[in-house]
């Protein structure tokens, strides 16, 4: 169905998606402009930023196709169809985030991953079979993580929204904060990293695949990032649930 409601107006779909191809490609000159002029951003090269951000899209992409519909909670709630989502036998969390799944995403989804194939061999040098194999599965499993993670900030924001009705703010404060991910959290300030691991795990999310790759992440670091998924997953479904028992029916 969202296929269908999305390529039903394929000249609208094509300007969406050359959006979003144009704005890939300008990021990629302004990466290209900046080491025209240094060697090296936080000592990473330009292979291994193009990584980060490559890396970033991954994970932003994927949330973004299967969890679409957690942006659509607002709209739910005031239209009254989130009552009917609730006396339905289908979970209601996962009735509302699989509500849209954007074909389009999926299609920007393909270069990328293409991309990423071709910069691993740059980064990962002159490595061992066995190491890169190693690399490569501790890159995919940490970008899931990244997904779970990025899962349970729809959540929490989704329950803030049940209790508010207002959601655009929040969301949005959301994705300026995640869009900061796309370059190497080395380049900010020990504070700002701090904020960025451990307040809202961004780092955590989009940074750590990439720095699995480059062996730049230490074992204690890839448990804390099972940790923090594990984590705000839990904290999430109980503020989701809790969230649930203060909401009030459009007809009440």
Excluded at 87 to 94: A, K, S, W
Excluded at 181 to 188: E, L, S
């Amino acid at each position: 169905m969202a296929f269908l409601m999305q390529f039903g107006n394929r000249w609208s779909s094509l300007g969406w998606l050359g959006g979003k191809m144009i704005r890939f490609i300008f990021f990629f000159i302004f990466l290209s402009a900046i080491f025209r002029h240094v060697p090296s951003v936080a000592n990473y090269s330009l292979a291994e930023v193009a990584l980060f951000f490559l890396t970033f899209n991954l994970v932003d992409i994927g949330a973004q196709i299967f969890f679409r519909g957690l942006y659509m909670i607002g709209r739910d709630i005031r239209e009254g169809d989130m009552d009917f989502y609730l006396i339905q036998p289908v979970h209601p969390l996962f009735r509302i985030s699989s509500n849209l799944v954007d074909f389009l995403d999926f299609l920007t989804l393909i270069p990328v991953t293409a991309l990423i194939f071709y910069m691993l061999p740059k980064v990962m040098g002159n490595l061992s079979s066995v190491e890169i194999l190693w690399r490569g599965f501790l890159y995919l499993l940490l970008c899931v993580n990244g997904v779970l993670i990025a899962f349970s900030i729809h959540v929490l924001i989704a329950s803030i929204t049940v209790r508010t009705q207002q959601m655009e703010t929040t969301i949005w404060l959301y994705r300026d904060i995640s869009s900061l991910g796309r370059f190497p959290v080395d380049v900010y300030s020990n504070l700002f990293q701090a904020f960025l691991t451990f307040v809202v795990p961004i780092a955590v999310m989009v940074s750590y695949p990439s720095k699995a790759v480059l062996g730049f992440l230490s074992l204690e670091q890839i448990f804390f990032s099972f940790i923090v998924s594990g984590a705000l997953l839990i904290f999430s479904q109980f503020t989701w649930k809790s969230a649930l028992k203060k909401y009030c029916s459009v007809s009440s």
